[in-house]
C-alpha cells in the first residue's frame, strides 16, 4: 500500500516523539487512554482513517474533547494511513476544529477503533467510561444505516458534481443560466434542472429506441438536507413559465366564454333548443401537484403533455398517500408514456383512454421526503427518477452577491424564458423531429450500457437491472434536450436532427454522474443491505466504481491525479479507493506508480 503516496510520504512531527507527544494534551483519563488506543494502533498497524468520512469523525472527536491539544493525537492516527500527509492532516484538523458542534464526542474514535479489532481492557475496578456506553451521542455513526440525512455536517457524503469542462460547451441557453451561478454545485444544480424543465415544451422532438417512439420528457428528484440551496432550482421553471401561464391564460377565457354560454343555456325559452355548451378542455403546462388521481388524468388526457415542478416533495408523498390523490400508477406509466385510462365522473360517466401520455417531473425535497415516496429499492419509481443529490455548504456564502449582473435571477431567467417560449413556437411549426445518433455515437452508446449494466449487476444485483435500461433513455432524452437547443442556436429547423459529437459526449459525462447519485440512493433504500453496512459504506463503493471507470486501462499517479480534480475528490480518497481496489482483485499494481485494470 505504501506505494500509493507517492509525493505524500510520511513526515516526522512533534507529536511522534514519545516524551513531547502528549505534551500539550490534559492530564486525564480520557488523555491516557487515548495515548494507549493510539499505541494499540500504532502495534497492530490498524488504520482506521482509510475512510474519508471515519477520518472526519477522528478529528471531529478529538477536536471536541481536547480541542488544540488533540492536534497531536490526530497526526499519530492520521498517519497510520499509507497516504499519510502532514500538511493536509494539518488543515483538515483546523476544519474540525472551526466546524465543530460537539455532536461527535470521544467515544466514536473509540467505536472506529472497535470496528478494526482494536478494543482496551478495562480493569475491573475501574469505573464504565463514556465511550463504552451504548446511549451517548458518539454512537451516532451507528444510525447511518437509517437515514439519508445526519445532523452531523462530516455524516453527509459528497456525491461527484458534473465536470466543469462541459459547462463551456452547452448550447447557448444552458450557458446563460449556468453562469449565472455561483458555486459548482449551483451550476450542476440549475444544469440538470433546465434540462429536465425544458423537456417538457419540446413537443415534435422523438426518437425511436426498441421499436418504441420516445420523447424528451424527464423525471428529476433532487434531495438535500434544508439550507443546502435546493431553492435554485425553481428559476428553472421560469424558463416555460411563459408558456404555461399563455396556456392558462387561453383557458381562463375559454372559461368564462362558457360560463356566459351555458348561463345562456339556462335562460332559454321554451321553443329555442339551444344545445347546452361543453366545457373547454383544460389547458396548461404544470399541473400541481396535489390533484386528485381523476384530475390529473383528465389533464392529461386533455393536453397530452404536462410537468409536475414541485419543491416540497412531502407535497407529492401526501397526494400518493391519500384515497383521492393516488395516481402513482398512471405516474409511473407516463414515464414511458404507456396509455392508461380514468372514468371521469358527473352525469356523462365518460371513460377516456389517454394514449401516449407525456409528463416530465421536477421534484426537491429532504432526503427523509426520498423515502417517503419511494419505501424501499424494490419501488418501481426509483428507476425511473434521475436523481441529483445536493450538500450543504460548509462555508459563509455572500448573501449580496449579484450573481452576475444587476438584475435579480428572477427577471433574468424569465427573459431568458421569453426567448426560450419564442423558440418552441417555431420548433411546434415543424410537427415532427426525428432525433437520432451517428452509427459512431451507436457503438459507443451500446459500449457503455453493455458495461454499465454489468457493473450494476454486480454492485447491486439483479434488482436494479431495471436501472440501467432506463437510465439509458435518460442518455437519449437528454441529448435530444441539448440537440433541440443547438436548434435554437442556429435558427435552422429540420424534420432530422443527429447528434453532435459534442452533446453525445457531454450528455455521457452528465449520465456518468447521475448513475453515481442513482447507485447511492439505490443502497440507501435498499433494505437488503446486510446489516451493519453503512450507507457510507455503500456509498464508497460507487465512489470506488466511478473512479475506477474514470481511469485508463493503464495508469499512473499523474493520472490519479487528473482523476481526483475531474470527479471532484481529493487526492487522499482517489488514492484510498485504488488502493481498495486493488485488496480486492479489480486492479494490478505493476510497478512503483504504475498499475492496470483488470
Not at 77 to 89: C, V
Not at 118 to 123: Q, S, Y
Not at 550 to 563: C, E, I
Amino acid at each position: 500500500m505504501d506505494l500509493l503516496s507517492e509525493g505524500d510520504k510520511p513526515s516526522q512531527h512533534p507529536a511522534q516523539t514519545a516524551t513531547s507527544a502528549y505534551a500539550a494534551a490534559p492530564d486525564t483519563d480520557t488523555a491516557s487512554r487515548v495515548e494507549a488506543l493510539i499505541a494499540e494502533l500504532r502495534a497492530s498497524g490498524r488504520d482506521i482513517t482509510a475512510d474519508y468520512g471515519d477520518w472526519l469523525k477522528v478529528g471531529f472527536a478529538l477536536a471536541s474533547e481536547f480541542g488544540e491539544a488533540g492536534r497531536s493525537y490526530f497526526h499519530d492516527i492520521s498517519s497510520l494511513y499509507s497516504g499519510y500527509s502532514q500538511e493536509e492532516s494539518d488543515t483538515k484538523y483546523s476544519e474540525c476544529l472551526k466546524s465543530d458542534n460537539g455532536r461527535t464526542d470521544i467515544s466514536t474514535l473509540f467505536y472506529l477503533a472497535k470496528n478494526q479489532g482494536v478494543t482496551l481492557r478495562r480493569a475491573s475496578s475501574e469505573p464504565r467510561t463514556n465511550y463504552e456506553s451504548s446511549s451517548t451521542k458518539g454512537q451516532s455513526d451507528k444510525n447511518v444505516p437509517l437515514t439519508l440525512s445526519l445532523d452531523d455536517p462530516e455524516e453527509m457524503p459528497t456525491l461527484p458534481m458534473f465536470p466543469e469542462d462541459i459547462f463551456d460547451t452547452l448550447p447557448g441557453l444552458l450557458r446563460k443560466v449556468t453562469d449565472l451561478m455561483l458555486t459548482h454545485q449551483e451550476r450542476s444544480l440549475v444544469l440538470i434542472g433546465s434540462l429536465a424543465t425544458i423537456s417538457s415544451a419540446l413537443l415534435p422532438l422523438y426518437t425511436i429506441y426498441f421499436g418504441k417512439t420516445i420523447y424528451p420528457n424527464m423525471y428529476l428528484f433532487v434531495p438535500g438536507p434544508a439550507g443546502a440551496g435546493k431553492g435554485k432550482l425553481d428559476f428553472c421553471f421560469r424558463l416555460v413559465k411563459p408558456i404555461h401561464k399563455e396556456k392558462l391564460e387561453c383557458w381562463n377565457i375559454a372559461k368564462d366564454e362558457y360560463k356566459k354560454e351555458y348561463a345562456r343555456y339556462k335562460r332559454q325559452k321554451k321553443g329555442d333548443n339551444i344545445d347546452p355548451p361543453e366545457k373547454p378542455p383544460i389547458q396548461l403546462l404544470r399541473v400541481p401537484a396535489n390533484s386528485s388521481a381523476t384530475s390529473f388524468a383528465q389533464a392529461m388526457a386533455e393536453n397530452g403533455n404536462l410537468i409536475i415542478f414541485e419543491t416540497e416533495g412531502d407535497t407529492v408523498v401526501n397526494t400518493f398517500n391519500s384515497d383521492f390523490g393516488n395516481y402513482s400508477d398512471s405516474f409511473r406509466k407516463a414515464f414511458s408514456h404507456e396509455s392508461f385510462g380514468y372514468l371521469r365522473r358527473g352525469d356523462d360517466g365518460e371513460e377516456r383512454e389517454i394514449e401516449n401520455p407525456r409528463l416530465s417531473t421536477v421534484l426537491s425535497g429532504t432526503p427523509e421526503q426520498v423515502k417517503s415516496l419511494i419505501r424501499d429499492a424494490e419501488n418501481g419509481l426509483l428507476s425511473r427518477f434521475m436523481f441529483f443529490c445536493i450538500n450543504s455548504t460548509p462555508e459563509w456564502l455572500d448573501g449580496f452577491d449579484s450573481y452576475g449582473g444587476d438584475d435579480p435571477l428572477e427577471e433574468s431567467f424569465d427573459h431568458i424564458g421569453q426567448e426560450f417560449t419564442a423558440f418552441t413556437k417555431i420548433l411546434e411549426q415543424t410537427p415532427h423531429i426525428k432525433f437520432t445518433l451517428t452509427i459512431p455515437q451507436t457503438g459507443k452508446f451500446n459500449d457503455f450500457f453493455a458495461a454499465e449494466k454489468e457493473r450494476m449487476q454486480d454492485f447491486n444485483g439483479e434488482r436494479y437491472s431495471a436501472s440501467s435500461h432506463r437510465l439509458a433513455w435518460c442518455f437519449l432524452r437528454i441529448a435530444m434536450v441539448l440537440s433541440a437547443l443547438r436548434l435554437m442556436d442556429s435558427g435552422r429547423i429540420s424534420e432530422n436532427v443527429e447528434c453532435t459529437d459534442v452533446d453525445f459526449d457531454t450528455t455521457l459525462k452528465i449520465i456518468k454522474v447521475i448513475s453515481v447519485h442513482n447507485d447511492y440512493i439505490f443502497n440507501v433504500l435498499d433494505k437488503e443491505r446486510p446489516e451493519g453496512i453503512a450507507v457510507a459504506d455503500s456509498y464508497s463503493s460507487a465512489t470506488r466504481k466511478a473512479i475506477i471507470s474514470a481511469l485508463p486501462g493503464y495508469f499512473t499517479s499523474d493520472d490519479m491525479k487528473k482523476v481526483a480534480a475531474n470527479v471532484g475528490k481529493s487526492l487522499r480518497t482517489v488514492r484510498r479507493q485504488i488502493a481498495r481496489a486493488i485488496e480486492a482483485g479489480e486492479i494490478q499494481q505493476v510497478k512503483h506508480g504504475e498499475y492496470k485494470k483488470k
